[in-house]
C-alpha cells in the first residue's frame, strides 16, 4: 500500500525505539504497532513543509472482525473522532457484496513520526530495530490481522514486505522466542509459515491475547480465510526458504 508524505523537516531521534515507545501508551502503543504490521495503515495528511509531518491511522476489517474492529476502537477511543462505520462494496473476485468496518483517529504529529518510521518511498516496510520493541501482544495483533492456521501449522500474510524483511522476522522469531519459521512462496509473492514442531509454540505465546470473537483463528482451522474481506485465496506454496 503506498503512501505519500513528504518528511521535510527531520525528526532528530538518538534513541528511535525509545522515541517511538513514548508516543503512546503502552496499550495503545501494542494495538498501533500489532496493527500496523498487519492490515492498518498510516494515511498522511500533511506535508511538514512548517512542522512535522501528520498522519491518521486507518483500520478496516471485514464484517465477520467487526468486533475486533470495536475491539480496537475502544482501546483507541481518545485518539479518534467517530466510532466505527459500516462499509458496503462489490467484491469483483468473489462476485459478492461485501460489507466492512472501519475506523480513522484523528490527524497527529505522533502517527506523522510512525509514518516516517514505517514507510520507505511510499511503501510500508518492517523496520530493522522494530524487534526491539515487539511485544507478545503486538504479535497476537498482528496474527489476529493476518494470520491463519489449519490445526497443525499457521501462516502469516506478509506479503507486502520484501524477502529481506522476512528474513529478519524469522531471524526475530528464532532469537527472541525459539520458533523457526519458513518463508514460502505464494504465488508472486512471500509469506510466513510456523510448521508444526512449532505450532504449539507459537499458539501458546499469543493465546493470552487473542479477544474471543478472534478465537476462530487458533481453534478452527483456516475459518479465517472463507470471509477474508482481502479476497485472497488458498496459497499456491511453490517453494521455501528456511532459516534457521
Known amino acids: 500500500m503506498k503512501s505519500g508524505c513528504l518528511h521535510v523537516k527531520m525528526y532528530a531521534m538518538d534513541n528511535t525505539v525509545g522515541r517511538l515507545q513514548s508516543l503512546f501508551p503502552p496499550h495503545q502503543f501494542d494495538v498501533i504497532i500489532g496493527s500496523l504490521l498487519g492490515d492498518a495503515r498510516l ?33 483507541l477511543e481518545d485518539l479518534v473522532l467517530r466510532e466505527p462505520q459500516e462499509s458496503l462494496w462489490d467484491n469483483p473476485k468473489r462476485n459478492l457484496h461485501e460489507v466492512s468496518w472501519y475506523f480513522h483517529t484523528k490527524s497527529l504529529q505522533e502517527f ?27 504479535i497476537a495483533v498482528w496474527f489476529m490481522d493476518d494470520g491463519s492456521n489449519n490445526g497443525e501449522n499457521t501462516t502469516i500474510s506478509t506479503h507486502s514486505f520484501s524477502k529481506e524483511e522476512q528474513v529478519r522476522i524469522v531471524k526475530f522469531l528464532q532469537t527472541r522466542h525459539s520458533i523457526t519459521a519458513t518463508i514460502v512462496k505464494d504465488r508472486t509473492k ?35 480465510l472463507s470471509d477474508s474481506v482481502k479476497g485472497i485465496g488458498r496459497s499456491d506454496e511453490i517453494g521455501s526458504l528456511s532459516l534457521r
Not at 510512525?114 to 516496510?125: I, P, T
Open 43 to 75: 494515511e498522511c495528511r500533511s506535508a511538514g513543509l512548517r512542522n512535522l509531518a501528520t498522519a491518521r491511522l486507518r483500520v478496516h476489517h471485514g464484517e465477520k472482525q467487526k468486533e475486533y474492529v470495536f475491539w480496537k476502537y475502544k482501546i
Open 190 to 224: 512471500y509469506k510466513l509459515a510456523i510448521g508444526k514442531h512449532e505450532y504449539k509454540k507459537f499458539i501458546n505465546i499469543v493465546r493470552p491475547f487473542i479477544i474471543p470473537s478472534m478465537t476462530y483463528k487458533i481453534v478452527n482451522p483456516r475459518n479465517d
Open 112 to 138: 506523522g513520526i510512525l509514518h516516517r518510521y514505517f514507510y520507505k518511498n511510499g511503501a510500508k516496510v518492517f523496520p530493522e530495530d522494530i524487534v526491539d520493541v515487539l511485544t507478545p501482544k503486538m
